[in-house]
């Protein structure tokens, strides 16, 4: 049973049965209009991959910003969207049996094509097995963010059992995935979240929550200054002035999304820094390489199966419907809500 909130959109188009392979592709970088549903060629394994028969796709914010070119990155074209998917494997590299459930998280960019397709091509060494006894819904939704919350907390971060750990953005699906993960190991924890996300936040394990649009910030100062061990911050604001005030000796500030607002970007406090010893350190998970992938790949499918990673609310929609996805995520506030597509 898929322990998540999950919404049914109605109204699946019917696909004509001559056709070889539906996908969500663009012929040119630009806004989500440009995104067409239609026929393109299967796929054929080159040396070293396999073909998957897709079952679903998650839809991430960094597909919008590949698809407009704000994120710069090779594709081929027509290119197809999206990068995270679960499927079966129908064929390809030695290794992989056919119909084993199997999830990628980084197709659709560095000249792949992407994910958003009936049937796709994927380099064994970034395919791993999903565990039987998970739900593909479930860990579709909740493979990207948590691998992406992983990295940030146990390489990156290098969160310890007994430290204090400040995550912004905790109600995210990045940030509520580090809550559990630095919980997980041990770690007191602190998340800065929505109003609506505190609950699901305590939930997870958080010891303190406070509502971001509050005046949170003197409150964990007073209980917390000079004892932040780890901030990861996953909100986009990327207030480092802040991090660094409330940093303890030797503390590690980890930024996970967006370039700040002009008053963050300017106040930079170097100094301080420097006086503390601390650590400063920006993660993309697209610049993460295949080790890495594959370290957070195992340990989350451990952990969901396990239970201990759950997605929060699955929206499902039709690959047909993958423009409209896109202007969603670009013009929503998401929250925890992921937005998964199935092929119709």
Known sequence: MLGAIVRHVVGRPRIPQDVCMRAAYIQQRGPAENIRYGTLSEPVAQPGEVIVQVDAVAVNPVDTFVRSGSYPTEIPLP???????????????????????????????????????????????????????VDPLAAVAVLHPASTAYLATVEYGEVRSGETVLILG?????????????????????????????????QLGAHEVYDYTADWVPQVSKAHHGAIDVCIDTSGVNDVAMAVDLLAPHGRIVLLSGDGTPETQRAVPLGPLYRKSGSLRGFVMSRATVRQLTDAAQRIAMLLGTGEITPNIIDLMHFSETARAHRRIE?????????VLLPA
Not at 173 to 200: H, T
Not at 331 to 339: A, D, H, P, S
């Open 79 to 133: 290119f197809v969207v999206g990068r995270d998917l679960v499927g079966r494997v129908v064929h390809g590299a030695a290794g992989f049996q056919a119909g084993e459930k199997v999830w990628c998280g980084s197709l659709g960019y560095d000249g792949r094509q992407g994910a958003t397709a009936e049937l796709v091509a994927v380099p064994a060494e970034r395919l791993y097995r999903l565990p039987v006894q």
């Open 331 to 339: 013009t929503e506030v998401m929250g925890g809500t992921r937005l």
């Open 170 to 202: 905790a109600g995210g699906n990045v940030g509520s995935a580090a809550v559990a993960l630095a919980v997980g190991s041990g770690a007191m924890v602190i998340a800065v979240a929505s109003r609506r996300s505190l609950d699901r936040c305590a």
